[in-house]
């Protein structure tokens, strides 16, 4: 897809870029992480680990436009949750590889400046977590701000009252 601007869909896709070149995750998805919880297991077939994006907020400044989202790294868990440590480690990692996606563009392997198209807020934190949903997973969430460099006058079709 071609953008004339950063945008928000072209955030999001860059993300699932990275999601479809990371050798580890198997799946990638966007919406509510509730929605997420409520798929038919039996239609809705979810391969882990799992990449999971969540829009939380958009901010409109005068030069910039900020867009926080929250990603999810989950792997499925056992039962027992015996292996949780293992995964939470081996998600972080993987969300440690994002922040390098993004932050360095030699291991980007489209070989894409991401750091030409918009920065991160730094440090990005992530909560750990072993859950049940459909599945019991476990794994980190990132909440994480894109910053965007484009001007607040950006629309081409304004409404003009004569």
């Keep these: 897809m071609i953008y004339p601007e950063m945008t928000f869909n072209r955030v999001i896709d860059e993300l699932f870029q990275f999601a479809k070149y990371h050798k580890q995750i198997n799946n990638y998805g966007f919406g509510n992480l509730v929605d997420f919880s409520r798929r038919n297991e039996k239609v809705d077939d979810v391969k882990y680990p799992l990449f999971f994006i969540t829009p939380q907020n958009i901010t409109y400044n005068k030069t910039t436009t900020e867009y926080t989202i929250s990603i999810v790294f989950g792997d499925i868990l056992q039962e027992d949750y015996d292996d949780g440590k ?8 993987i969300a440690k590889d994002l922040i390098s996606y993004i932050t360095n563009p030699p291991s980007n392997p489209n070989s894409v400046d991401l750091t030409e198209l918009f920065d991160i807020s730094l440090p990005v934190s992530a909560i750990p977590f072993q859950e049940r949903f459909n599945d019991y997973i476990g794994g980190v969430s990132l909440d994480i701000t894109f910053i965007v460099r484009d001007s ?3 629309c ?3 409404v003009v009252i004569e």
């Design 86 to 93: 293992n995964v939470i480690s081996n998600m972080s990692m």
């Design 152 to 154: 607040i006058n950006t």
């Design 156 to 158: 081409s079709d304004m």
